[in-house]
């Protein structure tokens, strides 16, 4: 574990958080969707496999990863993503999501 994996943490406890990463596996995706229940939220990633770029009526998706958060969780998840992107529209610029014009 490095240092550069400790966070400020719990603003009301003040405590500290040390992010142990010797375990962690990387996965990537250009795909994810969300489907839920009263209890859970899930979170399926994947990616496409069109890399010819060529229009189809069909793009298959290989879903790799699922995981499953409380709805407390999701709403956690979803407030650090806002900032996080916020941040980065910053300093990059807007990211466009809609699809091009024909």
Do not use: C
């Not at 994996?5 to 958080?17: F, L, R």
């Not at 993503?81 to 014009?101: A, C, H």
């Amino acid at each position: 574990m490095s240092d550069d994996t400790v966070a400020p943490g719990d603003k009301q406890s003040g405590t500290a958080i040390k992010w142990d990463d010797t375990n962690m596996t990387v996965s990537y995706a250009n795909v994810v969707t969300t489907t839920a229940t009263r209890e859970e939220v899930s979170l399926l990633f994947g990616t496409h496999k069109n890399w010819t770029g060529s229009p189809s009526k069909e793009l298959h998706v290989g879903l790799s990863d699922r995981v499953i958060l409380s709805p407390f969780a999701a709403k956690r998840l979803l407030q650090v993503l806002g900032k996080t992107l916020n941040d980065y529209e910053t300093r990059y610029g807007l990211i466009d999501v809609e699809p091009p014009q024909a």
